[in-house]
């Protein structure tokens, strides 16, 4: 639904906390469901296709 926002950031349609959930999440998905393309595009239109490094961070414990 969010990728049909194609002229806005995550942060103008998300409150702060929705916001980084979708980064931590799409970084998440995108990397446990690499063969689903909706999360790496969700990573890819919104945060540059960086993905979050607290939630790396976090699956490398």
Known sequence: MSLQHFNKSASEIFVTADNSKLY????FFAL?????????????????GKYDTKTITVLEQ
């Not at 931590?24 to 970084?27: A, L």
Request: glycine letters at 0%.
């Open 24 to 27: 931590s999440s799409s970084t």
């Open 32 to 48: 446990a469901a690499y063969e689903n393309l909706v999360f790496e595009q969700v990573w890819q239109k919104f945060f540059v």
